[in-house]
């Protein structure tokens, strides 16, 4: 079992910058692919990025590509995500997620959650 904890959301304007982190205990943090989703109201949790287990391999969804970096530090046991060149429609509350295998596979579900840290982002 993981337990996933996500930190520095808040409120900014747009065209600004805001970072993430999430800390992760309770299981080998090096040993899986990490992720990012997010949710606005009214709307389906979406995928944001993610992060293979060495680091190396990362994806985005198209919608903050170019915007987005997520990176991971596994001596630290935290995945983090920082977010620049910020738009209204990224407000959401975003979740920190873990998945059951090293590397990650498009459309797979993670198997681990953070309770999410809300980004309010200011036109």
């Known amino acids: 079992q993981v337990q996933l904890v996500e930190s520095g959301g808040g409120l900014v304007q747009a065209g600004g910058s805001l970072g993430l982190s999430c800390a992760a205990s309770?299981?080998?943090?090096?040993?899986?692919?990490m992720g990012w989703f997010r949710q606005a109201p009214g709307k389906e949790r979406e995928f944001v990025a993610a992060?293979?287990?060495?680091?190396?391999?990362?994806y985005y969804a198209d919608s903050v590509k170019g915007r987005f970096t997520i990176s991971r530090d596994n001596a630290k046991n935290t995945v983090y995500l920082q977010m620049n060149s910020l738009k209204p429609e990224d407000t959401a509350l975003y979740y920190c997620?873990?998945?059951?295998?090293?590397?990650?596979?498009?459309?797979?579900?993670?198997?681990?959650w953070g309770q999410g840290t809300q980004v309010t982002v200011s036109s």
């Open positions: 309770g299981r080998t943090f090096s040993s899986y692919a």
């Open positions: 997620a873990a998945y059951p295998t090293s590397i990650y596979v498009t459309d797979s579900s993670p198997n681990a």
């Open positions: 992060i293979s287990r060495s680091g190396i391999a990362t």
